[in-house]
Each structure stands twice: as C-alpha cells, then as structure tokens.
C-alpha cells in the first residue's frame, strides 16, 4: 500500500482573503512535511455553488483522494466552507468537529467553541473543512488527520 496520498487544498474566499490563502499554505506545507503529495493550493470565492464546482471537478483527478478546505474563519455571515462542505458530502466522519475541539480547549480555552471543522467522503475522496485558526489547523492535521490518512484513502479503495 502506497504511504502517500494525493491532496488538493483550496482556500475559500480566494484572492480577496490574505486569512484563507495563508491557512491553505500552512495545510499544504504540513501534509507535504507529512509525506504526502499536494498541489499548489486553489484559490476560490466563498460560495456554495463554487465549493461544489471544486470538489466535482476534483473527484474527477485520479490522483486527488483527499480535499482540504479552509476560510477565513469565525461565525460570521461570509464563512460558509463548514456548512457548504457538510451539505455537500456523500458521507460524514461524525464526531470530527467535537473531537477536534476537545483537543483544542486544553489549548485555547474557550475559543475552541468557534472552532469549525467537518470531515467526510465525496466522490470517494475524503474532504476535510478544517478551522481558520492556524494553531488549530496544525492540531487537527497532527492529531487527527495524519495519523489516519493513509489508511482512510485504503478503505475507499485507494492505495490497495
């Protein structure tokens, strides 16, 4: 089984949001520190039918098997990557957020709360909307993703 697995990241808010940009790169440069292969990140604009158009183009790459997603971030009107991205998975890792925000509270405190983050299956690629915050991007890429992506891709047949 190969121990690499194909990422693509995309910063949703695109060239307008600095915040979003940054976090893509951080996430590009911890699963490739990982040892896994990811492209440069994709830049798109904070819109549902947008998220949708990546992660259906993106199903459609042989050598894409896991999606990462990040935005800017907070609760407020203009961050939809969460809600987008659960709306649109086949399938919900349930229990991901919660997980990750009790790894965050040790940390952060009651921030954690804010801490917005959705894991999943699309098109037989795994798709994780991780939090704005980079501290806690780092936690939920060490903690919890890396640790298991080889062997998520190999239950969804890829990597056998």
Known sequence: ???????????????????????????AEILTRGGHTCSAPRKIKSDQLQIKGELAMLGQSSSVRAIFLTGSGGIGLRDTT??????????????????????????????????????????????????????AIEIALEKLVLPQLVDLAAQLGHGK
């Open 1 to 27: 089984m190969s121990r690499s697995v194909g990422c693509a990241v995309i910063a949703v808010g695109g060239d307008r949001d600095e915040r979003a940009v940054q976090n893509a790169e951080l996430v």
């Open 82 to 135: 969460s809600e987008a991205a659960s709306k649109l998975l086949d399938r919900r890792l349930d229990g991901f957020g919660e997980l990750l925000r009790s790894l965050l509270f040790p940390v952060i405190g009651p921030r954690a709360m804010l801490a917005r983050a959705v894991a999943g299956v699309q098109q037989r690629r795994l798709v994780f909307a991780l939090p704005a915050d980079a501290q």
